[in-house]
């Protein structure tokens, strides 16, 4: 019978010791070589932090060091602030996926940049970095609830289509505030004091619920076509507080001391329910066939609202403007108040009726070639209605000349045209005035301080001062 040695069951008996030290080794060793698993929350949501960004990588697809890179779909979440500031020239975050939801979960992600002044003084120091950058790959991204501040670039910025941003706030960047490419979606944000644009977007996108303040260029840019801005304000940007491409719908805004338009429309273009108070230059500025409605702009340095050939003005308010109340061309122009303007109350060549001009710097009404119906006019400092070649019918001037021009001026003043129905009474100056040519019919003049009628062809039923006809 055979016997083993000692010696013999000692080696059989380390043997499986030293596997498992060698396999214990070599895990240790692919440890270090690979990057740390994925963060994961409960509800599976992947996590990023200042920790594992720089560390380690924060999922698979990233490394150590920023930017942190997304390259896979689904849903990502910051568990604290992001701090840049020693990397002037570096993104926060990039995303290189289709349909990835970032949420910033209430988190900064804060730069290097920093800003002094404000809107046309504001000045930033540079480097590049954005804040979130939505590469071209990451179509349909989501970004939402957060801040995006003091990057070099962009707070969020990029070549992604059909974004949607929601609640985030971006301020003192060194670019734009948050830029988006078409068919985007922008809600419930902030831009504040960013070099450039507060909000500088593309064709087709919607902005809602937004504001934007004190940014070095314009407060909201839609520079494609077919932009909807509705609900938002601008206020004390350095350039235009709206900018917005043709075909374009700008509802319930507020744009307030800007430095230079209110509010500018590309053609074909609709505002409704604006107001455009204070800004440098016009309030309410549109292209070619635009649609002006129930606004108001009031105390700008330019005309109140300005439109283009084929443009409708209805139901809207310019006062104490420098220039013009309201100024169009070939337009209708209905149900309006001009008062207290600088130059004309209301100019237009078209349909001007049911419209109100008083205590305004020159003419009530200047007009050529339209019909000027049931208008009231009063207390202008020139004439009340000054045209060329149009029918004027049914309106009523009062009071005006009150600057006391000596030189042709009236209630109402025609060169060609007919002036019917109309009531021009108690004007510092003459009652209708035509220069060169002019007919009148059925009008009423009454206590006028000049001659009542002067150089018309009188075609009946006019009555001067309680006469049954004018001398």
């Keep these: 019978m055979m016997t083993r040695g000692i010696g013999s069951d000692e080696r059989e008996m380390e043997a499986p010791v030293r596997r498992t030290q060698l396999a214990l080794s070599l895990a240790a060793a692919i440890a270090v070589l690979l990057p740390a698993p994925a963060m994961l929350a409960a509800d599976g949501v992947l996590e990023i932090n200042q920790t594992c960004a720089v560390q380690t990588g924060c999922f698979v697809g990233d490394t150590a060091g920023f930017p942190v890179n997304i390259t896979q779909g689904g849903s990502y979440r910051l568990t604290g602030n992001l701090d840049l500031s020693a990397l002037p020239a570096t993104h926060g975050i990039t995303l290189n996926a289709r349909h990835v939801t970032l ?17 046309s003084t504001l000045a930033c120091t540079g480097g590049g970095g954005e804040g979130i950058s939505l590469q071209a790959a990451a179509l349909g991204a989501t970004v939402r609830n957060g801040t995006v501040r003091n990057m070099g670039g962009n707070g969020v910025g990029g070549f992604a289509e059909m974004v949607r941003i929601e609640r985030i706030t971006a301020m003192h960047n060194g670019a734009d505030g948050i830029s988006g490419q078409v068919e985007s979606i922008i809600r419930d944000s902030r831009s504040r004091e ?40 601008t206020r004390g940007n350095g350039g235009r507080g709206v900018n917005a491409a043709g075909r374009a719908v700008v509802s319930n805004v507020v744009s307030r001391d800007n430095g230079a338009e209110g509010i500018l429309l590309g053609n074909d273009s609709i505002a409704h329910g604006v107001v455009a108070t204070g800004n440098t230059g016009v309030g309410i500025s549109a292209g070619l066939s635009a649609v002006v409605l129930g606004s108001t702009s009031a105390g700008n340095g330019a005309e109140g609202i300005l439109a283009g050939v084929g443009s409708a003005i209805h139901e809207s308010t310019g006062r104490a403007n420098t220039l013009s109340g309201i100024n169009a061309a070939r337009s209708s122009l209905v149900g309006n108040a001009a008062s207290n303007n600088g130059g004309v109350g209301i100019q237009n060549d078209g349909v001007i009726a049911y419209n109100a001009a008083f205590d305004n710097g020159i003419d009530g009404i200047a007009a050529g070639q339209s019909a000027i ?19 004027i019918v049914n309106n009523v001037a009062i009071g005006n000349n009150t600057g006391g021009n000596t030189n042709n001026t009236a209630g109402i003043e025609t060169d060609g045209g007919l002036v019917q129905g109309n009531a021009s009474t108690a004007n510092f100056a003459d009652g209708i005035v035509c220069v060169g040519s002019g007919s009148i019919r059925e009008n009423q003049l009454d206590s006028n301080t000049g001659t009542t009628v002067s150089g018309c062809l009188d075609l009946g039923d006019n009555a001067c001062n309680g006469a049954a006809s004018c001398p």
């Design 103 to 119: 949420d910033l979960a209430g988190f900064e992600i804060v730069g290097a940049s920093s800003c002094t002044g404000s809107g």
């Design 194 to 233: 960013n070099q450039n644009d507060g909000f500088d977007l593309d064709a087709g996108t919607v902005v809602e619920n937004c504001t934007a303040f004190g940014n070095g260029s314009d407060g909201i840019e839609l520079d494609g076509q077919g932009g909807v801005i509705r609900g938002s304000t």
């Design 373 to 391: 119906i049931g208008n009231a006019v009063g207390s202008n400092a020139d004439d009340g209605i000054s045209t060329n070649d149009s029918t």
